[in-house]
């Protein structure tokens, strides 16, 4: 099951855009997104996407990355097995696949590396963030308490993967892709902002969110 750039919310997917418009597109908003957050950073924050956002990548992060992934995967081929037992249809792919080499190539890179990057500080960056810092703040005037500080990292981490399935919803033309797809990027969301929130940095969910996209084109690829 596919994983599609969150920027294709934004642009019309029918055939009357140009595949160049497909690729450049997506690209473009991507970059103006980190571009945006990066000044929010400088003019609310500290100036750094690493300080105030927490993207950081440490050699360590691509194991943890992987092993997410792993542990994704399988997770996503039990979905498959309740989805398959509960109707005959299939969901079908959301990442678009290009006659032209040079084409393919460049939107490789924007879903396997611009994309993840850009998401992953959105959602576990800003709103993530936004969220637990919004929680811990409500704990009248006084430092928060262990179970207020809990409850803000449960309720961040499945807040920041709802906006982000739901954010995906649009991909889907019928309700077999729908749930399929709202399950998979819940399911993602939840174990990158797990790991957003357990390490403080952005670095493992964005390896994993890479390996998850390489998988899924690659096997939109091999159909």
């Known amino acids: 099951m ?25 690209a473009l908003i991507y970059v103006l997104l980190i571009a945006g957050i990066a000044v929010l950073g400088r003019r609310r924050g500290l100036g750094s996407l690493s300080s105030d956002f927490g993207l950081r990548i440490r050699p360590v992060d691509l194991l943890l990355g992987l092993g997410a992934a792993v542990v994704y995967e399988l997770a996503l081929i039990l979905v498959g097995l309740a ?14 696949v290009f006659d032209s080499v040079a084409l393919q190539a460049a939107f ?17 960056g800003l709103v993530l963030r936004a969220l637990r810092n919004a929680i811990l703040r409500r704990s009248g005037g006084g430092p928060p308490t262990e179970g207020r500080r809990r409850a803000a990292i449960d309720i961040s981490v499945i807040g920041s993967a709802l906006v982000f399935a739901l954010l995906h919803l649009h991909e889907a033309h019928d309700l077999v892709t729908a749930v399929a797809l709202f399950s998979a990027t819940l399911l993602l969301g939840l174990i990158t902002g797990w790991l957003a929130s ?14 998850v996209n390489g998988l899924a084109l690659t096997l939109a690829l091999s159909v």
């Open 2 to 26: 596919a994983v599609a750039p969150l920027a294709g919310l934004l642009l019309p997917q029918d055939g009357a855009v140009s595949d160049l418009l497909r690729v450049a597109g997506p």
């Open 83 to 96: 989805l398959s037992g509960a109707t005959d249809d299939r969901p079908t792919s959301n990442l678009t």
């Open 108 to 124: 490789s890179v924007v879903v396997v590396v611009v994309g993840p990057l850009a998401e992953e500080l959105l959602m576990r």
């Open 198 to 211: 357990r390490t403080g940095r952005l670095g493992p969910g964005i390896v994993t969110h890479a390996l």
